[in-house]
Nanobody, 126 residues
């Protein structure tokens, strides 16, 4: 049973920073890409960024330059560093685990991820 637990969300002023963490358990973490998604009220869940098993990263255009993703395989943890936060970044942020090991590219489709955390709320005030 794979479990993903996010932490690090909270309330921050516009322009501030947050670092989200996601701890995984239940399978060989290092073999799989990990993704970060977010869902704002009334909107669909969207891809934010991801990191492959080779540590290659990919970010959505809306956050490129402001977010950085990293992973520590020794700690089974993936991180999402968010800088220069904007009110429109307000959402519940979820981490997810790729369904396939050793995938060459970071996929952006929700359907390619088969395990999800419960999410952590990020609220950016103006």
């Amino acid at each position: 049973q794979v479990q993903l637990v996010e932490s690090g969300g909270g309330l921050v002023q516009a322009g501030g920073s947050l670092r989200l963490s996601c701890v995984a358990s239940g399978r060989t973490f290092s073999n799989y890409a990990m993704g970060w998604f977010r869902q704002a009220p009334g909107k669909e869940r969207e891809f934010v960024g991801g990191i492959g098993w080779t540590h290659r990263t990919y970010h959505a255009d809306s956050v490129k330059g402001r977010l950085a993703i990293s992973r520590d395989n020794a700690k089974n943890t993936v991180y999402l560093q968010m800088n220069s936060l904007k009110p429109e970044d307000t959402a519940v942020y979820y981490c997810a685990a790729d369904a396939r090991p050793y995938r060459v590219v970071v996929v952006t489709s929700l359907s390619e991820y088969n395990y999800w955390g419960r999410g952590t709320q990020v609220t950016v005030s103006s």
